[in-house]
């Protein structure tokens, strides 16, 4: 059985190398998407990086790679406009850190990736 990703949200201390996204429903209806249709897409793109999906919205990073792994996901994932057009937040987990805004982080530092 899966969680839900608020409970992972919850357990994030115990899940470092983890990360999670929420779609917006209202963004994704307005943009011709349904939003189940995107987790699974997104769950699709990220085993190629070797994470487990823990719930709907969370996946964990490959153990093997960590690092890597996370990265790589959550850097392919920004670029991907059909997941910034109508993503309400990303939220990534490290070992010994406070959870990472990515939508925050990339407002930062690429901005023309957001969008509204």
Excluded: H
Aim: charged share 30%.
């Amino acid at each position: 059985m899966q969680l839900d990703f608020r409970e992972v949200i919850v357990m994030a201390d115990v899940l470092p190398w983890s990360f999670t996204i929420e779609f917006d429903p209202e963004k994704a209806a307005r943009n011709g998407y349904d939003v189940d249709a995107l987790y699974e897409c997104v769950d699709e793109n990220v085993q190629r990086y070797g994470l487990t999906r823990l719930a709907r919205g969370t996946w964990k990073a490959n153990e093997d790679n960590r690092v890597e792994s996370q990265c790589m996901s959550l850097l392919m994932l920004s670029d991907q406009k059909w997941v910034m057009q109508n993503v309400r937040s990303i939220t990534a987990y490290e070992r010994g850190t406070d959870p990472i805004d990515i939508i925050a982080s990339l407002k930062k530092s690429n901005p023309e990736l957001v969008y509204a």
